[in-house]
C-alpha cells in the first residue's frame, strides 16, 4: 500500500525557519514590525499595483473590500452560485443582501450572461470568484459593471498568479483579495492581502482593518473598526513564499498536465478547462468532474482506502439554511455532485501521481 498522499501540504525550506526565528530574536511578533511592510510593498511589485494591503485572512480581506465601498443593509451584492462560503458570508456581516448567480458550466465561474437578470436599483456590487485558480470572463463582468455603476471585488483566494488577458487576476476590478491559508498557492498559515489602485479606498481599508484608529490621531477612532491585522511573522513567511511563486506556479501547471495526461482519455470522466489564449490558471485544486457509472463518492471512498486524500467539491452556498431563497441553481447543483478535487501541492511528485491516476483508472474501468 501506498504511503499516504494528502491532498495539500505547504512547501518550506530552511528560509521560513531562518525569517522566523529572526523575527522571535527581534520580538517583532505582532502586527508591527518590518516584515509588513516589505510584504506588502513585495506584493504590491509583485502585482505592479499601487497598493497592498495585508490582513488576517481571505475573509477579513473581502469583507474589508465591502466596508471600504460602504455597503450596508439594503444593498445588493452579486456573487456566484459556486464558492467558498466566505463570500457569501462577508456580505452578510455588512447588513447586505448576497444575490446568486448561476455558474458557467465550462469554468464553474459566475456566469456572466446571467448577471444582468439579478441588478436592480440597489446593486452596489459584484464579486467574481476565480474558482479552483481559473480565471473568470471578467471583460464581460467589467463591461456589466461600468454600464450599471456598480463595484467589483476579485475574490482571488485561489488564484494568485492567474492571468486573464496579460493582466493578473485581482488587479482587474476595483480591488483583489487573496488568502494565505494553510492550502493556498503561497501561504501565511492564515492570513490575506488586498490590491488596489485607489489611495481613497486604501486609506479607508487601512483604516477599519486597525480598530477604526485614526491614523493621524492615536487612540482617536472616528468609526467601528476591526483587528484584521497580519503578524509580522505572517508576513515574514509571506516574504520568503512570495518569492518563489513562479516556482510554486510552475510546478502547479506541470501537476495538472500530469493527471490531463494520465486520465484525459478515461471515458466519463471531463477534465477542467485548459488554458486559452486570455485565461491562464493556476491549478489551485486540480478538479475534474466524474460522470460514469461509477459516482464521484464512491470514487472518493474507493481513493481514501487506497491511501489518497480527495475532496467534492463546495457545495453551492445556495444549499445552505441561511442563503436558500427557492431559486434553482441547475449548473452548480450538477456541478457540485460531480466534481472532485485531487491532491495538488507544490512538492507532490510524478510517482505520486502515476499512483493516483492508476487507482483512478482501475476503479473507474472495473
Ligand atoms: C480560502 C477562500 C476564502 C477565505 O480565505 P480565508 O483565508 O480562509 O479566510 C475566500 N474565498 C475563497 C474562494 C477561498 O477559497
Redesign the pocket.
Known amino acids: 500500500m501506498h504511503k499516504f498522499i494528502p491532498m495539500a501540504i505547504p512547501s518550506f525550506d530552511i528560509q521560513e525557519k531562518r525569517i522566523l526565528n529572526e523575527c522571535l530574536d527581534s520580538t517583532w511578533i505582532s502586527s508591527a514590525g518590518p516584515y509588513i511592510d516589505k510584504f506588502e510593498q513585495a506584493f504590491a511589485q509583485k502585482f505592479n499595483v499601487k497598493h497592498a494591503i495585508s490582513c488576517s485572512?481571505?475573509?477579513?480581506a473581502?469583507h474589508l473590500a465591502l466596508l471600504a465601498l460602504d455597503i450596508k443593509k439594503g444593498d445588493e451584492i452579486i456573487i456566484p452560485a459556486l464558492?467558498?462560503v466566505?463570500?457569501a458570508n462577508v456580505v452578510v456581516y455588512t447588513g447586505a443582501t448576497a444575490v446568486f448567480v448561476d455558474i458557467d458550466p465550462l469554468t464553474w465561474n459566475i456566469d456572466a450572461s446571467k448577471i444582468e437578470a439579478k441588478i436592480t436599483k440597489n446593486t452596489k456590487a459584484i464579486i467574481p470568484?476565480h474558482?479552483y485558480g481559473y480565471p473568470c470572463d471578467l471583460s464581460a463582468i467589467l463591461r456589466i459593471a461600468y454600464k450599471y455603476g456598480l463595484a467589483v471585488i476579485e475574490?482571488a483566494?485561489?488564484a494568485h498568479g492567474a492571468i486573464y488577458k496579460n493582466k493578473y487576476v485581482g488587479t482587474l476590478g476595483d480591488i483583489g483579495c487573496f488568502?494565505?491559508?494553510g492550502n493556498?498557492i503561497i501561504t501565511t498559515g492564515?492570513?490575506?492581502m488586498l490590491i488596489l489602485k485607489s489611495s481613497r479606498l486604501a486609506q479607508k481599508i487601512r483604516l477599519f482593518k486597525n480598530h477604526g484608529m485614526s491614523q493621524i490621531r492615536r487612540y482617536w477612532h472616528p468609526v467601528v473598526g476591526y483587528n484584521y491585522r497580519m503578524t509580522n511573522l505572517q508576513a515574514a513567511i509571506g516574504l520568503t513564499q512570495l518569492d518563489k511563486i513562479e516556482i510554486f506556479l510552475k510546478k502547479r501547471t506541470l501537476i495538472k498536465k500530469w493527471y490531463i495526461q494520465r486520465l484525459s482519455s478515461v471515458p466519463g470522466l471531463y477534465m477542467p478547462p485548459s488554458d486559452t489564449t486570455n485565461s491562464k490558471s493556476v491549478n489551485w485544486l486540480f478538479t475534474m468532474r466524474v460522470t460514469g457509472k461509477k459516482t464521484r463518492d464512491q470514487l472518493i471512498q474507493f481513493l481514501k482506502k487506497k491511501n489518497v486524500d480527495s475532496r467534492p467539491a463546495f457545495y453551492p452556498v445556495t444549499d445552505f439554511p441561511m442563503y436558500k431563497t427557492g431559486e434553482e441553481f441547475p449548473v452548480a447543483q450538477k456541478i457540485t455532485h460531480e466534481a472532485i478535487n485531487l491532491p495538488t501541492f507544490v512538492d507532490l511528485t510524478k510517482e505520486q501521481v502515476n499512483y493516483i491516476t492508476k487507482m483512478i483508472r482501475s476503479y473507474i474501468s472495473l
Open positions: 485572512n481571505g475573509t477579513s473581502l464558492t467558498f466566505s463570500t470568484v474558482l475574490d483566494a485561489e488568502s494565505f491559508y493556498k492564515e492570513g490575506g
